[in-house]
């Protein structure tokens, strides 16, 4: 069983930036891939950036912006966040799947002046 534990959201004004972290209760197989994902108000829950099979993706709103990493020893993916606009508010999600999927609870990053 992983759980997930996402942090590093809050309030910043536009083109400010944000690191957010999702550190595994567990240690995540190395096979398994993981991501962020966002959710605005009643929108569906978006996929933001991926990174698994030695391949990384992004959103097309976000490349340039966000760069997805991970750092197994510590169990941790992280998701860095530049140059941020109103439009990137919302609950930001971290997920990892293999054979299994895991959610975090999510974290709120609200970009405004």
């Known amino acids: 069983q992983v759980q997930l534990v996402e942090s590093g959201g809050g309030l910043v004004q536009p083109g400010g930036s944000l690191r957010l972290s999702c550190a595994a209760s567990?240690?995540?197989?190395?096979?398994?891939?993981v991501g962020w994902f966002r959710q605005a108000s009643e929108n569906q829950r978006d996929l933001v950036a991926t990174?698994?099979?030695?391949?990384?993706t992004y959103a097309d709103s976000v490349k340039g912006r966000f760069t997805i990493s991970r750092d197994n020893a510590k169990n941790t993916v992280y998701l860095q966040m530049n140059s941020l606009k109103p439009e990137d508010t919302a609950v930001y999600y971290c997920?990892?799947?293999?054979?299994?999927?895991?959610w975090g609870q999510g974290t709120q990053v609200t970009v405004s002046s």
């Open positions: 997920s990892t799947w293999g054979i299994k999927r895991y």
């Open positions: 990174m698994g099979g030695g391949r990384t």
């Open positions: 567990g240690s995540i197989p190395t096979f398994y891939a």
